[in-house]
T-cell receptor, first 113, second 116 residues
Framework: KAGVTQTPRYLIKTRGQQVTLSCSPI?????VSWYQQTPGQGLQFLFE???????NKGNFPGRFSGRQFSNSRSEMNVSTLELGDSALYLC????????????FGSGTQLSVL | GDSVTQMEGPVTLSEEAFLTINCTYT??????LFWYVQYPGEGLQLLLK?????DKGSNKGFEATYRKETTSFHLEKGSVQVSDSAVYFC???????????????FGTGTRLTIIP
């Protein structure tokens, strides 16, 4: 079956703009979580959505937001982009949540100029 | 808060050598522990997990034992292969410490290179 799909693969934006990233989970998975990966900070948890509701949240500012649709697809939005937002953004899906096996997508590489 | 401290890399070993990647954690609850692996050009994937003290996770010849007394979850493999070259991440998931807000906390990753 198809894996976790993230689009787009690459994005280039300028400071102050906003961006929306998309994640399609594995069919039947209801949990989608998002992560930021940078060389300096490593992998950091952003938030998790389950059945269209944000269930868990990491320590990121309110500029980072997300949503989940009824088909479990999820979007992440970053407003007022800063240079430090340049990173690989990963999403992962699972049947029930963070405590079980997560399936990761290949990520969206965001560059903020 | 929760934290994961992982052995600094990069680590370079010869094929068939014994591997240990150290991982220690800080958590106030009863976390689940994971090792994830990122092979070159591929996405992160779960290697193994353990959900309670003294549990041993194992997969593909890798093992890790949940040691509550030493707050550790070291990754081991008896004989590594070139195909094991990857970045390895230790992680924990802890709901109780965050008042029901569960987070997944990762270590910084250890890059492993196996030379033939």
């Amino acid at each position: 079956k198809a894996g976790v799909t993230q689009t787009p693969r690459y994005l280039i934006k300028t400071r102050g703009q906003q961006v929306t990233l998309s994640c399609s989970p594995i069919s039947g998975h209801r949990s989608v979580s998002w992560y930021q990966q940078t060389p300096g900070q490593g992998l950091q948890f952003l938030f998790e959505y389950f059945s269209e509701t944000q269930r868990n949240k990491g320590n990121f500012p309110g500029r980072f937001s997300g949503r989940q649709f009824s088909n479990s697809r999820s979007e992440m939005n970053v407003s007022t982009l800063e240079l430090g937002d340049s990173a690989l953004y990963l999403c992962a899906s699972s049947f029930r949540g963070l405590g079980e096996k997560l399936f990761f997508g290949s990520g969206t590489q965001l560059s903020v100029l | 808060g929760d934290s994961v401290t992982q052995m600094e890399g990069p680590v370079t070993l010869s094929e068939e050598a014994f591997l240990t990647i150290n991982c220690t954690y800080t958590a106030t609850g009863y976390p689940s522990l994971f090792w994830y692996v990122q092979y070159p050009g591929e996405g992160l994937q779960l290697l193994l997990k353990a959900t309670k003290a003294d549990d041993k996770g194992s997969n593909k010849g890798f093992e890790a034992t949940y040691r509550k007394e030493t707050t550790s979850f070291h990754l081991e493999k008896g004989s590594v292969q070139v195909s094991d070259s990857a970045v390895y991440f230790c992680a924990l998931s802890d709901r109780a410490a965050n008042f029901g807000n569960e987070k997944l906390t990762f270590g910084t990753g250890t890059r492993l290179t196996i030379i033939p």
